[in-house]
């Protein structure tokens, strides 16, 4: 072994938790939309969204769920928002997934709105309500749920209300401006 102290290091990191774990979500195959990092200032919020219907064969699935792709991710909140819109099969899924979103795509500078239809709806309201606390500090700003999905969830007066919320959160303490008494509730 030419550097000895070189695989230590590299060794030690990994058991210490340096790196990150290899997690499913690290594969586009396991989104239905995962938008691109962005530079900050090029989105003002991301969506994270969850669809109605859980996968429990993943291998099965179809090559692209129409209305997730064209409502949600490149159409609704095209020039708003990035879309993260997880394949889930359990509460478990769901995890994983929000935790790598946190961990590899978001920043504290921009808030973030979760959505959720369905069964999936149902994990992601159960998520917030444990995590409200930790959720509310890192950026978030709205959530919208509704117990069975349907087509139009996403409507224009949902993305009214993300709009005011995330203008809500651009004069909240952490970017250090009063808010204009306009904007209050």
């Known amino acids: 072994m030419k550097y000895p102290g070189m695989t230590f290091a590299i060794v030690l990191a990994m058991f210490v938790g340096c790196m990150h774990p290899k997690s499913p979500?690290?594969?586009q195959d396991n989104w239905f939309v995962c938008d691109a990092p962005v530079c900050s200032y090029a989105a003002s919020a991301d969506i994270f969204y969850v669809q109605g219907d859980l996968y429990t064969n993943v291998a099965k699935l179809p090559p692209m769920n129409h209305y997730v792709q064209s409502e949600v991710g490149k159409g609704r909140f095209t020039g708003l928002a990035r879309v993260f819109a997880p394949i889930i099969s359990s509460e478990d899924d769901l995890k994983q997934s929000i935790q790598w979103y946190l961990d590899r795509y978001h920043t504290k500078r921009r808030p973030f709105v979760f959505?959720?239809?369905?069964?999936?709806?149902?994990?992601l309201k159960e998520y917030e309500n444990h995590h409200a606390y930790i959720l509310k500090r890192k950026?978030?700003?709205?959530?919208?749920?509704?117990?069975e999905?349907?087509?139009?969830f996403v409507n224009d007066?949902?993305?009214?209300?993300i709009k005011?919320?995330?203008?809500?959160?651009?004069?909240?303490?952490?970017w250090h401006r009063e808010m204009p008494a306009g904007m209050q509730n």
Do not use: N, W
Request: glycine letters at 14%.
């Open 25 to 27: 979500y690290d594969h």
């Open 115 to 123: 959505v959720g239809e369905g069964k999936g709806g149902e994990f």
């Open 139 to 147: 950026g978030l700003v709205a959530s919208f749920y509704t117990d």
């Open 149 to 152: 999905a349907r087509k139009g």
């Open 157 to 161: 007066d949902m993305i009214r209300e």
């Open 164 to 174: 005011k919320a995330i203008s809500r959160a651009r004069y909240s303490a952490d």
